[in-house]
């Protein structure tokens, strides 16, 4: 009976999390669109705000579940960034803006970073050689 309990105030902290989530992400978007408007010298009603803040969220709801299923696909348990690059194919100066970004960063990364990378990749590969996943 306690553990029902537990289960159910865990369920609602994450309900509570993901929906102060979920606000902010709104607020963050209406403000963008505002000052997007606002340089451009528009004037967008509240509403159309409310619409744009919502297909963004939904967008990134939609976005956060293929990037979880290319990690999946792949093997690995987290996101990187090829993950990110491979969600953007359909756009192709998105696409080429994040590999741009993702060379910049690897080319910031010291040295000793990458080695070592390299390095547990290469044990990564040489575990996922052994690893037999059954098949429900």
Same mark, same amino acid.
């Given at each position: ?43 967008? !009603? ?7 803040? &919502? $297909?963004?969220? %939904?967008?990134? /709801?939609?976005?956060? #579940? ?28 998105? !696409? ?7 060379? &910049? $960063?690897?080319? %910031?990364?010291? /040295?000793?970073?990458? #080695? ?21």
């Amino acid at each position: 009976m306690a553990s029902d309990v537990e289960r159910v105030e865990e369920e609602e902290e994450e309900e509570s999390a993901s929906e102060l989530l979920r606000d902010r992400f709104r607020l963050c978007t209406i403000s963008l669109a505002q000052a997007q408007a606002k340089q451009n010298g528009m004037d967008v !009603s509240q509403p159309i705000m409310t619409c744009i803040s &919502d $297909l963004a969220f %939904k967008y990134a /709801q939609q976005l956060a #579940k293929d990037l979880e299923l290319f990690a999946q696909h792949a093997g690995r348990k987290s996101v990187n960034m090829e993950d990110v690059i491979l969600s953007a194919h359909r756009n192709e100066h998105l !696409s080429a803006s994040l590999r741009s970004l993702c060379n &910049d $960063l690897k080319a %910031k990364e010291p /040295q000793s970073d990458r #080695k070592r990378k390299k390095n547990s990749k290469k044990e990564d590969k040489s575990a996922a050689d052994v690893l037999h996943i059954a098949d429900p």
